[in-house]
């Protein structure tokens, strides 16, 4: 059952898209939530939920709603993130300029590299919008960000490290730690620096932070600036 807040957030997904949002369980599901948008052949919003993480049903479904949010702020200029395949090619050699930019590589470490590089803001800045405006859903947040931050530090494993390109491997726990950073100033905690501390990473998160921070909060814009 959704809660009065997440019922209003659901609401505003409506008044802006103009499609409705339903949500479905899914043990098969391999995350604890995602979101299949809207389209001209299925005109609804459907965002799935395993089962497992109910206990935090209510944010997520908040939290998948607030991010298209963030992507229609401005429904005449939905951002569209299309990097071209020379422009993909052209990064990795400019980020690892020692590794060959085949087709395989570029899928292994670059596109996975973008996809956190559009999706860590947007993540952030639906956050903060349901921090300040539905504090009911905060102790469900503590929750998701707790479990997410161990997902995400995972790439402070020596094996993940030894794995990887510097070049990709710097940038990645860069935004890792730039979100761990927003966490702790938002909620008052440390827990999530400890690990990027440790390692020697928060110099670089916080080089990221201030330059999120420096974009205006109340512009359409915003996620498209940001990244």
Not at 144 to 157: F, H, P
């Amino acid at each position: 059952m959704r809660s009065a807040d997440v019922e209003r957030i659901v609401a505003l997904v409506k008044e802006k898209t103009g499609c409705p949002v339903t949500t479905s369980f899914q043990d098969s599901l391999d995350d604890h939530s995602r979101m299949q948008a809207a389209s001209s052949a299925a005109p609804v919003h459907l965002v799935l939920l395993n089962p497992a993480y109910s206990r935090m049903s209510n944010y997520l479904v908040a939290m998948q709603c607030a991010m298209i949010l963030v992507k229609w702020a401005d429904p005449t200029r939905i951002p569209d993130f299309g990097f071209t395949a020379a422009g993909i090619q052209s990064l990795a050699r400019k980020i690892c300029p020692d590794m060959p930019a085949t087709d395989e590589f570029i899928a292994r470490f670059i596109r996975p590299l973008l996809l956190q590089l559009v999706s860590e803001p947007s993540q952030i800045m639906a956050a903060e919008w349901l921090r300040k405006e539905f504090p009911g859903l905060r102790d469900e947040q503590r929750l998701y960000v707790a479990m997410d931050m161990r997902q995400v530090s995972g790439v402070l494993a020596p094996q993940v490290k030894d794995a990887s390109p510097k070049g990709v491997y710097d940038r990645s726990v860069a935004m890792g730690a730039a979100y761990a950073l927003w966490w702790a100033g938002a909620d008052g905690s440390r827990i999530a620096l400890l690990p990027y501390e440790a390692a020697g990473h928060l110099k670089k998160g916080q080089e990221l932070l201030d330059a999120f921070n420096s974009v205006p909060a109340d512009g359409a814009a915003r996620w498209p600036k940001v990244v």
